[in-house]
């Protein structure tokens, strides 16, 4: 008796056992970013370095990327969970049949620019008619392009546009490779690159000059995982949104957490000035005009109706879309 007893209290103790492991696995969920780590992915550093992650359940795995339209796609076909990327181009990749969404914005409004050497003596748009850019192949920033130069008065003949690979980028933007005047790049990360690789402050030609009212960078992930997971995707939006509240709060921190998990020059006095330079550009982006409330994350409806008309008008996109049907709000508390 006594000994079916113990035996009894054994078995229930090993159930419960089980149960608490099982409740405390984590799932494993794999972040692709547009790039390769830089300032404005410190948020997502920090929530994985701080336990953010962890304390929602999520073993984030965050991987380097080649662009935001690549990392979409990666979504898309079923290679990572969630991506970090332009929502132009997410918007792009959803028209074509891409079953991925907006679950999520981080920077509400967009950075892009043209960015010229200052010796290369196109000092305004209209000098650029037979110059050479550079831009890659991946990139979000080429989506508005064309919008900029219709609004100024130019067609995509009347520049050569040059891919290289993003790694090259800036260097090859100092060198003049090719006779290029400039890059296409973002605001945020970009102009900070040059100087850091002691090249002199560029010229700025921001997209926003040139009537491009979009909304930045998006969190995005697949319809499919939405309907079948929703509770994953809630809570990879909350610790998202937590741990970018703490970035703006402690930006140092987060700058930190990206020399911690990245290392090498990124951990040097100099690669963390970079970081926190190209961060806080991002940190003044988070929230648009629109964005009464300042809710960190809130795909803003009049944002995206603005950009999606700018797209239909200009980039081809059907006539018929519904803006809507980019993004979802319904994780975002």
Known sequence: MIKTAIKTATLAVAASLTLMTASLAEDDVRLRLNW???????GFALGKDSG????????IDIRSGNGSSSAHRLVANGDSDFAYGSCGALINLASQGAEIISVGVIDAMGAEAIILRPDSGVGKIADLK??????????????????????AGLTTDDVTITNVPDGALVSSYLQGAGGAVGILGGLDDKPAEIRAN?????????YSDFGVDQVGYCIST?????ADNPDLVNRFVDATIAAYKKTEADPDAAVAAIADIVGGTMAEEEGKAQSRAVLDVTLGLLYSSANTDKQLGLNVPGDWESMVNLMKEYNDLDPNADPASFYTNEFVN
Request: proline share 6%.
């Open 52 to 59: 953010i992650y962890d304390d929602a359940g999520i073993d």
């Open 222 to 226: 697949s319809k499919a995982l939405v």
């Open 36 to 42: 390769m780590y830089y300032g404005s992915h410190a």
């Open 130 to 151: 037979g110059k050479t850019i550079l831009t890659t192949a991946n990139a979000g920033v080429n989506t508005f392009f064309p919008i900029v130069l219709a609004n």
């Open 198 to 206: 002691g090249g002199e402050d560029p010229v700025l030609i921001p």
